[in-house]
């Protein structure tokens, strides 16, 4: 869903509207339509900035937003393209879930906008079961709407963050590989757990 946005959306769209964009489609339903709850949108540090954000998406003309008098949100996608992405509407939801976790979790929520689509992008290339990922470089730079330069930047700030437990930038092999904090003690734990089983 990052690399379907980041085609659909245009180079100028900002990193937080970049992540309410992605909250949208992974919670749309098979018609395009959403429904944001007001304390969701207050949860993705908003309050106050909503006009200016559903303004910017209206402007790539990539959805339509109503205010609804509850203090909803509702919006219609306009790009059909969207609802074509895989997986299906319960996953997405899992991963809308996942998405906020990874953008506003203790570490990153007081970070800017741009550090904690990064985060997001970085849970995603993660390998399945492991706090280990990689990604092409010029790729998830993409995603992220930075130049290689920039992404160095925010990747240092998600180090000192304590997101990460390292990095590197292979701009030789267009590769960038990174460890979440904490993976060194996660797999210590599992492996007294499993010395414990036998």
Do not use: K
Request: charged share 15%; with cysteine; glycine share 10%.
């Amino acid at each position: 869903m990052l690399s379907y946005l980041a085609a659909a959306l245009p180079p100028s769209a900002g990193p937080q509207a970049r992540l309410l964009a992605l909250q949208c489609a992974l919670r749309a339903d098979r018609h395009g339509r959403v429904q944001m709850p007001a304390g969701l949108l207050r949860g993705m540090h908003l309050a106050g900035r909503e006009a200016e954000v559903w303004h910017e998406l209206e402007e790539a003309c990539w959805l339509h937003h109503l205010w609804l008098p509850s203090g909803r949100h509702q919006a219609q996608l306009l790009d059909s393209t969207v609802l074509t992405q895989a997986p299906g509407r319960t996953l997405r939801l899992q991963a809308a879930g996942l998405a906020l976790h990874w953008a506003y979790s203790p570490a990153t929520r007081a970070q800017p906008a741009i550090v904690r689509l990064t985060s997001v992008a970085l849970g995603a290339y993660l390998f399945p079961g492991s706090a280990c990922g990689t990604a092409d470089l010029e790729g998830f730079a993409r995603i992220c709407a930075l130049s290689e330069e920039r992404l160095t930047a925010v990747m240092e700030c998600l180090g000192n963050a304590g997101v990460l437990s390292a990095w590197s930038l292979d701009h030789s092999a267009g590769e960038l590989n990174w460890r979440a904090a904490g993976a060194d003690r996660r797999v210590g734990m599992a492996g007294e757990r499993g010395s414990g089983a036998t």
